[in-house]
Every structure is written in C-alpha cells, then in structure tokens.
C-alpha cells in the first residue's frame, strides 16, 4: 500500500512539472507572435509611405504633353502613328483629321476608297518627351532608312504649350456644330428653290387652263409677255460707244465752225476801226 501511495504522489510531480513547462513554452511562443506582429505593421506602414511617395513623385513628373502634326502623308494610320512615335515614350491618345468630304467624293468617283489625313494630334504621358520629340524630329525623315515606310516624307511637328485635350474635344465639337448649321441652311435654301419652282408650275399650269377655256368660249387671249430686256452683245456695247464718240467729235466742230464765222464777220468791223483810228 505505501509503495502505491508512493507512486502516485511521484506521477503527481511529474504531471504538475509537465504542466509548468507547457505554460513556459506557451507564454514564449505568444511574445514572438507579437513581435512578428509588429514587425509586419512597420513593413506595411513603410509599403504605405514607399507608396504614397511614388504616387506623389508620379503625380508630379507625368503631366501629359501634346504635339501638332501638320504633315501625314497619305496611307498612314494611327496604328503607324503609334509605331513610330511610341519608341520615344508611352503615348496616350491619338487622333487625325480626316479629309473633307468633298476630295472623298471625288476620290470615289475616280476610283479611289481609302481616306487619307490632313492633320494629327498626340498625346504623351510626359510633357517633356513631347517637348524633346518636337524639337528633335521636326523636319527630319520620318524613315531611318531608304526602303523604310514614309521615309521620304518628313516630320512637321509642334509641341503646343499648355493645350489640353479638351480643347481639342471642344474643337471638334464646335466644328461639327458649325458643319451641321451649314448643312441646314444649306437644306433650307434647297427647299425654298424646289417650292418656288413647283409653285411656279402651277401657276403656269393654271394660267394654260384659263387661255383654253377662254379659246373654247371664243374670247380673245393675251399673248405672253415678257418683263426682261434681252442683254447687249459686246458688238452693239462698242458700237453705241463709237456713236458717242462721234458725236461729241461733231459737237465739237460745230462750236469751231461757229467760232470761225463770227470772227469772219467781225473782220470788217475791226479794219474799219483801226482804220479810223490811223487817219485820226
């Protein structure tokens, strides 16, 4: 009985002992779980600070620049654009002008479909490429080398300070407002002329029923007139001109002619005279 007793009161210990150590190991464990912690907290708030200071200096360097093309030759498109110039720095937005409707139509006409550009803008993300773009490229080859696409044109480049896209959009929009007004007033002009001549139409219509039926009630019917003068031909303009000066050629000799006579006719006055005054 005393040698169990013994025995249990030493699993007892040992049990008790087992049990403080875990609590050690736990308590150890849980102090380097926080300071794992706070370790990841000062990564995440120095990530943050890198962050918000890339951002800030990115904020400040990317102020998008845009530069005017005044010369694109024909058969180039913005995805050539965009091949050429993207080599310098990222470019944004591209846009060209298309020809006016009028050399497509004529274009059509003779047999050609494609729409070339007049006139470009684009925009790159860094004003300053586009500035050094601008003042490198212009008037320079658009082709490295010889059997190079568009290397016998040349650039025609113009950085535009403190231009913005908007004013582009805005451009455009005014632009096409002032199309669409045209095309109206166009329309409206187009309109009065076909109602004038059908109203015309049916006046004459009208006033060729009236002279029938004044023909069939027997009654006389007044033959058109018209109101305007047939103009002069250049033969009768210089004829009238030559009348003219004829005329005033004859007037003035009559005036001579009559000069001439009254100084003849006072001849024998004046010798009567002066021979008065001699024998005087």
């Not at 030759?73 to 937005?93: D, Q």
């Not at 018209?226 to 250049?234: A, K």
């Amino acid at each position: 009985m005393e040698k169990r007793e013994e025995e249990e009161e030493e699993e007892r210990t040992t049990t008790a002992q087992g049990e403080d150590e875990e609590d050690e190991d736990e308590d150890g464990g849980a102090a380097t779980d926080r300071g794992d912690d706070e370790d990841a907290a000062g990564m995440k708030k120095k990530t943050k600070q890198k962050s918000v200071g890339e951002t800030s200096c990115s904020d400040r360097k990317c102020v998008p620049g845009i530069i005017y093309l005044g010369h694109i030759p024909p058969r180039l498109r913005p995805k050539h654009m965009r091949n050429l110039l993207s080599v310098f720095g990222e470019i944004g937005r591209i846009f060209l002008q298309p020809e006016d409707r009028q050399v497509r139509m004529r274009k059509r006409k003779s047999g050609l479909r494609r729409c070339d550009f007049t006139e470009g803008w684009v925009e790159f993300r860094d004003k300053r490429v586009a500035k050094s773009v601008a003042a490198s490229l212009h008037n320079t080859p658009m082709g490295t080398r010889k059997r190079q696409r568009f290397s016998s044109d040349l650039w025609c480049i113009k950085y535009l300070h403190r231009f913005q896209w908007t004013h582009l959009s805005e451009r455009l929009a005014y632009e096409q407002t002032v199309l669409q007004q045209r095309l109206r007033t166009e329309v409206s002009q187009a309109k009065r002329e076909t109602n004038f001549y059908l109203n015309n139409v049916e006046k004459s219509a009208h006033m060729d029923n009236m002279r029938r039926k004044k023909q069939k009630d027997g009654q006389q019917v007044d033959e058109k007139t018209w109101d305007f003068t047939q103009r002069q031909t250049e033969e009768e303009i210089q004829m009238k001109k030559k009348k003219k000066k004829d005329s005033v050629t004859a007037k003035h000799l009559k005036k001579a002619r009559l000069i001439q006579q009254k100084s003849q006719s006072n001849v024998s006055l004046l010798t009567k005279i002066f021979n008065s005054n001699q024998s005087e």
